[in-house]
């Protein structure tokens, strides 16, 4: 009782305070709760509304589920609902897409009045409602409705057989790249005339006078020509090679036997210096002995007499032996001689054939295969001392308007002075190459992208001063360019294409300009 003292009545009054707001709190947080319920009661109630009739197999248990949380919500009950409703929709039946084609039809009926055409199209919009129905892509739904309105268009096949599609090829574009391909080969000279041929065909693939399939087949047939051309010629070439290696294999054998003659002379001096100098010791022995003048006179001259003859024998063999080694001699120095025309003469052939393999035959200038190693070079220079290294891709404009209108004759003309401009007009430590067609490409070492755009202006203003007469007609010349510098994180592709991507953004906005890529 001494909590209830007079003393402790003020502690009391807080004690009763502090009791009443929390029964306060508890109030309002079970007030909360029942709001949120009924929230969740009714938001699960309109959930199963909506969902009814979606499927017959949900349908009783969404109806469970709501007369569940009707009036509260039984967790335990709730629980088995859900349960049920999770087996239930595993063991649902797959149902086959539906396409709701009701207006697609509805347009058809008007358009197509023909009564048997109606009727196949009712029956084909009962197929594609009914639940049997097999067409589950539009695109089937499409041919079947093309069979009915417009039979011919598809041809009848039997039904394991594959219909190919239809495939547009873009004749000027294949043909364009045919002729980049065939600037970077190396045409043998004995061909050059069919390759003129076809590539006349090629420039004007529409206006060719054989059909532009037998341009395809005449094309592979030159291939496979040129391809049995260069397997002989390599032929000749290892047949040559092997004949290198038996001369240079009996030039081998010259020396040996040489040097085993230098060694027998050698060995025989030797052997008749250890006989004179045997000879002379034991007659000086003799000569100690002897007492008898007679007797030591006929030693020595018997002596001497003996080493006269093994010098004359030696002599004799020496000067034989000479006169072999000179028939020798002279046998490898007209074989060296032999072998070193030779040698000249397949270095002038295989310059012959670099050169053919690395320059364009029409601009002089270097071709593909040059750019490509050059390309190479450039960018091992850039790692290594990481000096600017930018590319210029130049494209003649409106060149197959020219050829279509002066002539192949002249659009030759124009890319050969095209080609003389750029290389008579460009640095020492720069590089122009022909890369294929109408294109040309230059990389400009240790030069940035501002350097580099002042100098190509300047050679873009001078080849568009560089005109010529054909026919009595002027030929205009001007070209567009794509412009770009050489990045840490470029690859010889990346390089090659930003440039070409600026190049194609110059010919998009007029032509006769630079961009920047």
């Known amino acids: 009782m001494g909590f209830f003292s007079k003393q402790n009545e003020d502690l009391g009054e807080q004690w009763r305070k502090k009791y009443l707001n929390l029964f306060d709190e508890q109030n309002k947080a079970e007030h909360a709760h029942h709001e949120k319920e009924k929230l969740l009661r009714q938001f699960i109630i309109q959930l199963s509304i909506i969902a009814e009739g979606h499927d017959k197999n949900l349908d009783p248990i969404l109806h469970h589920v709501r007369n569940h949380v009707k009036s509260e919500l039984d967790s335990v009950a709730l629980k088995t609902e859900l349960k049920n409703f999770n087996e239930s929709v595993k063991n649902l039946p797959l149902k086959k897409k539906t396409i709701k084609a009701d207006v697609l039809f509805e347009f058809l009926m008007r358009q197509y009045p023909d009564s048997t055409q109606q009727t196949a199209l009712h029956e084909l919009q009962k197929l594609v409602n009914s639940e049997e129905t097999t067409i589950e892509q539009t695109s089937e739904l499409f041919i079947e409705i093309l069979n009915i309105i ?226 190479k070079d450039e960018i091992a220079r850039y790692k290594r001392y990481g000096t600017p290294l930018t590319m210029a891709i130049w494209d003649i404009d409106h060149f197959k308007k020219i050829n279509d209108t002066f002539g192949h004759k002249a659009g030759d003309k124009v890319l050969a002075l095209t080609a003389n401009q750029l290389q008579e007009s460009t640095r020492d430590t720069d590089f122009i190459a022909r890369f294929g067609g109408e294109e040309f490409v230059m990389l400009l070492p240790n030069t940035d992208s501002t350097l580099a755009s002042n100098l190509v202006e300047d050679l873009r203003e001078l080849i568009a001063n560089t005109g010529f007469n054909a026919n009595g007609k002027a030929v205009p010349i001007t070209v567009s360019f794509g412009l770009t510098e050489f990045t840490e994180n470029d690859t010889e592709d990346s390089f090659f294409e930003r440039a070409d991507k600026a190049l194609y953004g110059a010919k998009n906005q007029g032509r006769n300009r630079c961009c920047f890529g």
């Open 150 to 375: 417009e039979p011919e268009v598809l041809p009848s096949v039997e039904s394991d057989e594959i219909i190919e599609p239809i495939v547009y090829v873009d004749v000027y574009v294949v043909s364009q790249r045919l002729l980049q391909y065939f600037s970077a080969l190396a045409i043998p000279a004995v061909f050059e005339s069919q390759t003129l041929l076809l590539k006349e065909a090629l420039l004007n693939p529409n206006q060719a006078t054989m059909p532009f399939e037998d341009v395809l087949d005449d094309l592979v047939q030159l291939l496979l020509k040129i391809k049995e051309y260069g397997e002989a010629e390599q032929q000749d070439i290892d047949q040559f090679l092997l004949h290198i290696a038996n001369q240079l294999s009996e030039l081998n054998g010259i020396v040996s036997e040489t040097n085993a003659a230098a060694n027998d002379s050698a060995k025989i001096r030797n052997k008749l210096d250890q006989s004179v100098f045997t000879q002379i010791r034991e007659l000086q022995v003799e000569a100690i002995k002897t007492t008898s003048l007679d007797t030591l006179k006929e030693n020595v001259n018997q002596c001497f007499k003996t080493i006269a003859s093994e010098i004359k024998t030696h002599h004799q063999h020496e000067k034989e032996q000479q006169l072999k080694f000179q028939d020798r001699m002279a046998e490898l120095v007209n074989k060296m001689i032999s072998l070193e025309l030779e040698t000249e003469n397949l270095k002038v052939e295989l310059k012959v054939i670099h050169t053919q393999a690395t320059q364009d035959a029409l601009t002089g200038l270097p071709n593909r295969n040059a750019y490509n190693q050059r390309l």
